[in-house]
């Protein structure tokens, strides 16, 4: 009788101990589900701190936009002999990538400096042959936004549409898809969320905050209200 409540005793320990070594170890375990995280902004670049994605101020005229990638397009249109419509895709595949730290300083009074990588907006124009009439580069924005530049500017500066920052992509918040870094300009000419890139003739042409007083030029060495 004693070795039939021993052998019992036994044989409920081994099955209670193998319950729990399947149930702790087990692939339903949470603990071997691997949660992949967010990339990580970096703060540094070759020695120069940079600011965080979390440093700017929202001041957009309608709010983050949040853009629909799978039906974005780019637009390269106007007085040019090849319109383009690109893809997110099509542009970050297509041209040569950019790295620059660029500080964009905003009227408010605040700044960022931040590592921008993106392509560069002559090589997207010179892919459409632009007119010689062109004097011209306006940019439209997905929430309605315009800005302006002249054809210089654009050409003879290596100035970009950028797709990530601090080498991560951009946030809605921050222009996702693209943001123009509109160098040696105030914050207002460096539009988000840009879906056309239009070149034109129009050297009156003014954008949103141009045609309510705001500089044309947005020369940072300027006042911006004129």
Partial sequence: MKKLIISTIILYVVISVTVIAISGCGGDSKMDEIEELGPAEIREYEGT?????????????????????????????????????????????SYQHYKKLVTLDCVEGWSVDILWEGVLIRELI???????????????????????????????????????MNEIDLPPE?????????????????????????????????????????????????DFFE
């Fill in 126 to 164: 010179a892919a459409s042959s632009p007119l010689p009439s062109t004097k011209v580069v306006i940019f439209h924005a997905y929430d309605g936004y315009t800005t302006s530049f002249p054809l210089d500017y654009i050409m003879n500066n290596d100035i970009i549409i950028a797709y990530r």
């Fill in 49 to 93: 701190k940079l600011s965080s994605v979390d440093d700017f101020r929202e001041n957009s005229i309608k709010g983050p936009q949040q853009v629909d990638i799978e039906s974005y397009q780019l637009k390269v249109n106007g007085l040019v002999e090849n319109p383009k419509n690109y893809t997110y895709g099509e542009v970050i595949d």
């Fill in 174 to 222: 921050r222009g996702y898809p693209f943001q123009l870094v509109a160098e040696s300009k105030w914050g207002y000419k460096w539009i988000k969320w840009i879906t056309e890139i239009e070149l034109s003739d129009d050297v009156d042409y003014k954008g949103y905050w141009e045609s309510r007083g705001y500089s044309d030029t947005g020369d940072l060495d300027k």
